[in-house]
C-alpha cells in the first residue's frame, strides 16, 4: 500500500470502512488496496471524501455480495465496475480543500462540545459525592448494609429449553439496565417455570439494582427499579428496610459510593474485576433520619435532573453537527453546492 492509494475493507465496505492512504504501509488480506492510473486526474483528498460519502456507501452496500446483511462483501471486480465521476483534477483540489475547512471546524465544534458533557457528568458526580457522606468519614451510626436490606442475585434460564422463556411475562433483567436512571420495562421475560426451576428471586419494585461484573463502567452503577422483576447473575438486587431506607435515596447513596464499589471489586483478587453481593452485605454506610434521606434524594434528583437536561441537549448539539457535517461532504462531492461560491 503506498500514500495515495484506495484502502477498502473488503467486508466491511457497505459500513465505510474504506479511505485513502496517508502512509505507506502494509495490510491484511482483509482489505483491497486500489492505485490510482500515474495520468488520471484523482486527488486523493476528494476521493476520501467521495467515498466515505453517504450515497456512496449506499452504493457499495448495493453492490456488495452476501446473503446476510452482516457478512457482505464488496470484490474488487465490482467495485471497479462502478461508475464513479470524475471532475478536473483542480475542482477536486478546490472541493477537498473546502472540506478540509469545514469539517475541521465542524470537528472543533464538536470536540468543545464533548469536553463540555465530560464537564456536566463530573458536575453531576460532584452534586452527588457533596450530598452524601463519604463512607471516609463514617461515624459510630455506620452499619453493614446487609443488616438493613435484603441482598442477592438471579440466574440466567438456558436459552435451549423455550419453556423457561416462551410466553413467559415476567420481567427478567441483566446488568446493562443500570445505565438507565430508572428501570421500568424490561427487554426480555421468563416463565413461572423458570422462576422455580432456575431459583430466580423476585425483586419488587423500589429495590435497588447494582451491576456486579464488566469491564465497562457497568460494574458498580446503581439504578431504582420501578417494576416487580426477576435478574441474572451480574445484577445484584437491594431490597431496602422500608422502615429504615428512602429507596431513592439509598440509589443515589450507592451511586455515590461507585468509586468505593470499583475499589472493593478490583480487590478480590480476580483479574476481571467483579462484586459480589457478600461484598455488599459488608459495605457500611450511615442511614440518616428517614426526612433527611427524602430531602436529599428530592434535592439529587432536582439538581441532576437541570444537569441531565443540559447534556441531553449538548448530546443532540453533537447529533446534528454530525449530521451537518455528512450532508456537507455529500453536497459537495455531488456537485449540489457551488463550493467556489462558499469560500
Known amino acids: 500500500m503506498n500514500k495515495g492509494d484506495l484502502v477498502i475493507n473488503t467486508m466491511w465496505a457497505w459500513m465505510g470502512a474504506l479511505g485513502v492512504s496517508k502512509q505507506t504501509g502494509i495490510v491484511s488480506p482483509a482489505y483491497g488496496v486500489y492505485s490510482p492510473h500515474p495520468n488520471a486526474p ?23 455480495r452476501g446473503i446476510w446483511s452482516s457478512r457482505l462483501r464488496l470484490y474488487p471486480d465490482v467495485f471497479l465496475s462502478m461508475a464513479v465521476p470524475v471532475p478536473p483534477l483542480e475542482e477536486q483540489r478546490v472541493i ?33 459525592t457533596t450530598a452524601i457522606p463519604p463512607r471516609a468519614n463514617l461515624g459510630s451510626g455506620a452499619d453493614k448494609l446487609g443488616r438493613t436490606a435484603r441482598i442477592g442475585n438471579g440466574s440466567t434460564p438456558r436459552r435451549e429449553n423455550r419453556e423457561y422463556w416462551d410466553g413467559g411475562n415476567i420481567p427478567w433483567l441483566n446488568s446493562s439496565v443500570v445505565n438507565q436512571g430508572r428501570v421500568g420495562s424490561a427487554a426480555e421475560c421468563v416463565t413461572a417455570t423458570a422462576l422455580v426451576e432456575c431459583h430466580l428471586p423476585i425483586v419488587p419494585r423500589g429495590s435497588i439494582l447494582v451491576g ?12 431504582i427499579l420501578d417494576l416487580e422483576a426477576t435478574v441474572n447473575q451480574h ?16 440509589m443515589w447513596l450507592l451511586t ?18 467483579g462484586l459480589t453481593c457478600e461484598a455488599l452485605k459488608q459495605l457500611r454506610v450511615t442511614v440518616p433520619p428517614i426526612d433527611e434521606q427524602r430531602r436529599l434524594a428530592s434535592h439529587l434528583a432536582e439538581q441532576t435532573a437541570k444537569i441531565d437536561t443540559l447534556i441531553a441537549e449538548t448530546e443532540r448539539f453533537i447529533e446534528l453537527s454530525t449530521e451537518r457535517r455528512s450532508a456537507l461532504i455529500t453536497a459537495a462531492v455531488t456537485g449540489q453546492i457551488d463550493v467556489q461560491e462558499a469560500v
Open 42 to 64: 484523482f486527488d486523493s483528498g476528494f476521493y476520501d471524501y467521495l467515498y466515505r460519502s453517504n450515497p456512496y456507501v449506499m452504493e457499495m452496500t448495493r453492490f456488495s
Open 96 to 128: 477537498a480543500n473546502f472540506l478540509d475547512r469545514e469539517t475541521a471546524r465542524i470537528d472543533t465544534l464538536i470536540e468543545e462540545q464533548q469536553r463540555l458533557i465530560e464537564m456536566l457528568r463530573e458536575r453531576r458526580r460532584s452534586v452527588i
Open 212 to 223: 456486579l461484573t464488566g469491564q465497562g463502567k457497568t460494574r458498580g452503577m446503581a439504578t
Open 235 to 250: 445484577l445484584a438486587y437491594i431490597t431496602p428496610d422500608q422502615g429504615r431506607w428512602d429507596p431513592d435515596y439509598l
Open 256 to 273: 455515590g459510593t461507585y468509586d468505593d464499589l470499583r475499589r472493593i471489586s478490583e480487590e478480590n483478587g480476580s483479574t476481571k474485576g
